[in-house]
């Protein structure tokens, strides 16, 4: 089953939900955690219906919901129907779909020769190298607790900042952070890649990214 792009996931019109590092995340609200536990057990039964298992995550005010297709490595049609499904179980409930305030963390090493450095952090991460010919320069958590490490291209140059951050979060959210982080007192780097990234600095100089889905393939 092929994967969906970020503009067809868009065209699809799920409100409330988000495309975030390859996979559907919502956030549901909810009045207490007899509530969300009460959509878990909704959502598990569906899921168990249609033989295809979200990753929920329940918390006293709120669920949040990651979907993918793991054994096609993105978001398929069955991810589509099940999040309407999902959107339709809480809206039932009298719960309301967000995905303000969602993000997803990865973190970046900046490194000449990432082939020698990958196997250290794997086995120090206890991870694993995900399955593709592309993914050589990734690390990633086979539970998905941990936040997947990548790996980027640098030179030898010093100073040089070893780890960046990156920060995923939909195309909506980027002015708002942005806006926020300036009157912190941090600076914007370069808006040369969006909406692909945006760099931005702290006060000290440490850079970070903000990412989406948009300008990609």
Do not use: K
Not at 97 to 110: I, Q, T, V
Not at 144 to 154: D, H, N, R, V, Y
């Amino acid at each position: 089953m092929g994967t969906l792009t970020g503009a067809q996931i868009a065209d699809a019109g799920l409100d409330g939900w988000t495309f975030l590092l390859g996979a559907l995340h919502t956030r549901i609200r909810t009045p207490d955690f007899a509530a969300g536990l009460a959509l878990v057990a909704a959502v598990g039964a569906e899921a168990e219906r249609v033989d295809h298992h979200p990753d929920l995550d329940l918390r006293y005010t709120h669920v949040d919901v990651r979907l993918w297709s793991h054994d096609s490595g993105g978001v398929t049609g069955r991810d589509l129907r099940l999040a309407r499904s999902i959107t339709a179980l809480a809206t039932e409930a009298g719960l309301t779909l967000s995905y303000a305030g969602l993000s997803r963390l990865e973190l970046a090493l900046d490194s000449p020769e990432h082939a020698a450095a990958a196997p250290f952090w794997r086995a120090v991460l206890a991870s694993e190298r995900p399955a593709g010919a592309d993914a050589d320069d990734e690390v990633r958590d086979p539970a998905g607790t941990l936040p997947t490490m990548w790996f980027q291209a640098s030179g030898r140059d010093e100073p040089r900042q070893r780890w960046h951050p990156d920060v995923w979060v939909d195309p909506a959210e980027v002015a708002p952070r942005i806006e926020a982080a300036l009157a912190a007192g941090g600076t914007l780097v370069s808006d040369a890649e969006a909406p692909n990234f945006w760099v931005l600095a702290d006060p000290d100089g440490n850079r970070v990214c903000l990412c989406t889905w948009q300008g990609r393939a």
